[in-house]
Nanobody, 122 residues
Framework: QVQLVESGGGLVQAGGSLRLSCAASERPFSRYAMGWFRQAPGKEREFVASASWSGSYISYADSVKGRFTLSRDNAKNTVYLEMNNLEPEDTAVYYC???????????????WGQGTQVTVSS
């Protein structure tokens, strides 16, 4: 069973930065997309960012464009989310996801992480 292990969440002040990491315990497909979703209290889970297998196609939610940067290291089966200029609205549980669609995450990824809390204080 593939496990996605997330790290890097925490508490930060508005305007600060955090870096999330997510490592897959194994490579479940020959190629796959990885990225992040998030869920704020009382809201539905929403897409944040997605990277294709090669990393050449990366997409972001409009709410994080220009502030978040997604990258991946296929040798380590790991994806990173650099979050800058954080806002209180970014407070959520962030979930790593891995999808057999190697171009981009779909709304129903094959694997999910357990989630890591990000809290941004004003």
């Amino acid at each position: 069973q593939v496990q996605l292990v997330e790290s890097g969440g925490g508490l930060v002040q508005a305007g600060g930065s955090l870096r999330l990491s997510c490592a897959a315990s194994e490579r479940p497909f020959s190629r796959y997309a990885m990225g992040w979703f998030r869920q704020a209290p009382g809201k539905e889970r929403e897409f944040v960012a997605s990277a294709s297998w090669s990393g050449s196609y990366i997409s972001y939610a409009d709410s994080v464009k220009g502030r978040f940067t997604l990258s991946r290291d296929n040798a380590k089966n790991t994806v990173y989310l650099e979050m800058n200029n954080l806002e209180p609205e970014d407070t959520a549980v962030y979930y790593c996801a891995l999808d057999s669609n190697w171009v981009a995450l779909t709304p129903t990824p094959d694997y999910w992480g357990q989630g890591t809390q990000v809290t941004v204080s004003s």
